[in-house]
């Protein structure tokens, strides 16, 4: 978790309200990947980024390399939004996924 | 979209014996990985693969090794179990430098 820091690390939101979650980076990290792990437990894609900005219906992520941060913007939270979101970085050399500790999001009717 | 299988899903073992964690993937990717999940830490990699025939360290590999026979199968083994290898345990598969896919996770409890 120090190469990689997620925030928050718990966020409660109303349904139908925005938030942003922020990993930043000690390590030049070169590529990063967006995860859903859900109640069961599975971690669900969401999104993997070069430099730039990503989209995908109520979600849309950014990863800034030079200033060493990604962030996932959700809008119009859905009750099936909950679960924790995990961000990993590769730094192109190692060829492994470094994983932040994750941020555990409830969404409230 | 990629998959990854895992086998068992779950797996009661006693300590001091041995398990294996198989997984397999068919979309032809040459890294395969095995982390494992455990509260306060997130996930951890223990052992990863760039193709068949290699093995190499993760981060936390003591008391674990790993087997790649083919480009498919990645296997995690527990030669002698302890408890505190009790924890959810991922395999994941990528290209190099791409996007990476996880299988749905096996819970192994030692006893």
């Known amino acids: 978790g120090d190469k990689v820091k997620q925030s928050p690390s718990a966020l409660s939101l109303q349904e139908g309200t925005n938030s942003a979650l922020r990993c930043n980076f000690s390590i030049a990290a070169t590529t990063v990947q967006w995860f859903l792990q859900n109640p069961r437990g599975s971690l669900i894609n969401l999104f993997y980024l070069v430099p730039g900005t990503k989209e995908n219906g109520r979600l849309k992520s950014t990863f800034n390399s030079k200033e060493s941060y990604s962030t996932l913007h959700i809008r119009d939270a859905q009750l099936e939004d909950s679960g924790t979101y995990f961000c990993a970085a590769d730094t192109g050399n190692t060829r492994k996924l470094i994983f932040g500790l994750g941020t555990t999001l409830q969404v409230q009717p | 979209e990629a998959a990854v299988t895992q086998s068992p899903r779950n797996k009661v073992a006693v300590t001091g014996g041995k398990v294996t964690l198989s997984c397999n993937q068919t979309?032809?990717?040459?890294?395969m990985y095995w982390y494992r999940q455990d509260t306060g830490h997130g996930l951890r990699l223990i052992h990863y693969?760039?193709?068949?025939?290699?093995?190499e360290k993760g981060d936390i590999p003591d008391g674990y090794k790993a087997s790649r026979p083919s480009q498919e199968n990645f296997s995690l083994i527990l030669e002698l179990a302890t408890p505190s290898q009790t924890s959810v345990y991922f395999c994941a598969s990528g290209l190099r430098g791409g996007e990476v896919f996880f299988g749905k996770g096996t819970r192994l409890t030692v006893v």
């Open positions: 979309n032809n990717h040459n890294n």
């Open positions: 693969s760039y193709g068949a025939g290699s093995t």
